[in-house]
Nanobody, 124 residues
Framework: QVQLVESGGGLVQAGGSLRLSCAAS????????MGWFRQAPGKEREFVRG????????NNADSVKGRFTISRDNAKNTVYLQMNSLKPEDTAIYYC?????????????????WGQGTQVTVSS
């Protein structure tokens, strides 16, 4: 079992930045690929960014292209999502997820563990 706890969400004005953190416990963090997803009210949960066990990234979420960066610090058992140039349409609950896969993936069904989510609200 892997426990994932997100933090760093909050209210920010459009154009601002936030750094989300996801702290993992209960399992060897470095064994998992990690990902960030988000879900707005009434919308499907969508992939944002993914990172492999070795640090390679999957950045095929066009809606955040050039604005969001995923990273991981295995020594701290933590994955981060740096969000810059935030837009109101980025408002959502952001979820951290872990996948028992060697490579980063954007496929929700390939993730095995999920955090509780952290709210990000971007005001205009």
């Amino acid at each position: 079992q892997v426990q994932l706890v997100e933090s760093g969400g909050g209210l920010v004005q459009a154009g601002g930045s936030l750094r989300l953190s996801c702290a993992a416990s209960g399992r060897t963090f470095s064994s998992y690929s990690m990902g960030w997803f988000r879900q707005a009210p009434g919308k499907e949960r969508e992939f944002v960014r993914g990172i492999s066990r070795s640090g390679g990234t999957t950045n095929n979420a066009d809606s955040v292209k050039g604005r969001f960066t995923i990273s991981r610090d295995n020594a701290k058992n933590t994955v981060y999502l740096q969000m810059n140039s935030l837009k109101p349409e980025d408002t959502a609950i952001y979820y951290c997820a872990a996948a028992d896969k060697p490579l980063a993936t954007s496929r929700r069904y390939e993730y095995d563990y999920w955090g509780q989510g952290t709210q990000v609200t971007v005001s205009s």
